[in-house]
C-alpha cells in the first residue's frame, strides 16, 4: 500500500469515529490516548489501533478457527461479529454469555475454544471471567473508560459506536484474510465497512 493509498484509508477510518473515546480514561486504557478534544471526549491513537489490529491478526491466525469464539452482549456488534465469523471460520456467541460456558464440562452448551475475542470488557465480564479460569487467551477491543485487567490483548477503540464497531471487525478480517492468504495485498476485500455494520429499525434499506 503506498503512502498515498494510507492516508486516503485513515482518512476513511477516522470518518467512522473509531478513536473517539468517553469522557472517562482509565489507568488501562492511558497507553492509547493522545489528548481530550474540545468536547471532553479523550481521543485515541490512531497508528495503535492498527498497529494492535495486526497483531491481533496474526495472534488469531495461529489458531484453528473453528477453536475461536467470539462474543458480544451488544446490539451494534451483532452484525460485524457474524461477518467476522462468515469469512474467517471462527464461532459467535452473542447476546447474553451463559454461566459455566467455558468451565462446567457437565452443561450441554460447554466448549473448550483456544482463543476467546469480545467487543467490550464492561459488558462482555462473564466471557472475561470464565476465559480467565479456563487459561484461555481472551482478545478485547476496549475503549478509553474500560477496565482491562483480564484481557490479554488489547484493540484500542470506540466500542461504542455502530459504525465503528463495523470499522474494527472490517479491518481484523481483513488482516486476518492477507495473513492466511485468502486475500492478497493488491486485493480490495469484496465487502465494504457498510456490510459490516449493524442495521436497525428505522434505517434505509434500500
Known sequence: MSNNEILILKKKLLATGIRIGTQVKTKFMKQFITKANPEGLYMLNMNLILERIQIAAKFINRITPEKIIVCSGKEYAITPIEMFCELTGAKKILGRFMPGTLTNPSLPYYIE?????????????????????????????????????????????????????????WLLTQEVLLNTGKLSHNEKMKYEIDDFETKTIGDDVN
Open 113 to 169: 475454544p483456544k482463543l476467546v475475542l469480545i467487543s467490550d470488557p464492561q459488558i462482555d465480564i462473564q466471557a472475561i471471567r470464565e476465559a480467565t479460569n479456563a487459561g484461555i487467551p481472551v482478545i478485547g477491543i476496549a475503549n478509553t473508560d474500560n477496565i482491562t485487567s483480564n484481557v490479554d490483548l488489547i484493540i484500542p477503540a470506540n466500542n461504542k459506536g455502530r459504525k465503528s464497531l463495523a470499522t474494527i471487525y
